[in-house]
């Protein structure tokens, strides 16, 4: 497996670019975590079905969002995260390492 360098990734994402960390529940058991610059957006393709791996779940809920000034380090914090247990996953969600930016205007949004 072939290792990325921080400088390149960063050389491959625009700097300034407002971007969202998200984690989506799936079917109260998977949790999905992803970036994105347009979070409504995206969470509606989700929930379309129009993403690879959520495609297979019918129960879809956005659980926890955490917004960045760059792609590169939301990309960072992606990859963190996915490095994640289960129960630290959950601990995050529940605020218990920090704060949950996700509000329930993001869900006001998506209905």
Same mark, same amino acid.
């Given at each position: 497996?072939?290792?990325? $360098?921080? $400088?390149? %990734? &960063?050389?491959?994402? !625009?700097?300034?670019? /407002?971007? =969202?960390?998200?984690?989506?529940?799936?079917? #109260?058991?998977? @949790?999905? /975590?992803?970036?994105?610059? *347009?979070? /409504?957006?995206r969470i509606k393709q989700h929930k379309n079905k129009q993403s690879l791996?959520?495609?297979? @779940? $019918? *129960?879809?809920?956005?659980? =926890?969002?955490?917004?960045?000034?760059?792609?590169?380090?939301?990309?960072? !914090?992606?990859? #963190?995260?996915?490095?994640? $247990?289960?129960v630290k996953k959950q601990k995050l969600v529940k605020g218990e390492l920090? %704060?949950?930016? =996700?509000?329930? &205007? %993001?869900?006001? =949004?998506?209905?």
């Amino acid at each position: 497996m072939r290792s990325t $360098s921080a $400088s390149s %990734v &960063q050389a491959h994402f !625009r700097p300034s670019e /407002i971007c =969202y960390v998200y984690m989506l529940l799936c079917n #109260q058991k998977t @949790f999905y /975590i992803g970036i994105t610059n *347009d979070l /409504i957006n995206r969470i509606k393709q989700h929930k379309n079905k129009q993403s690879l791996f959520t495609k297979k @779940f $019918s *129960d879809l809920e956005l659980v =926890y969002c955490e917004k960045y000034t760059t792609k590169f380090e939301a990309a960072k !914090r992606e990859k #963190q995260l996915k490095g994640w $247990s289960r129960v630290k996953k959950q601990k995050l969600v529940k605020g218990e390492l920090g %704060v949950n930016t =996700y509000t329930e &205007q %993001v869900l006001e =949004y998506l209905h």
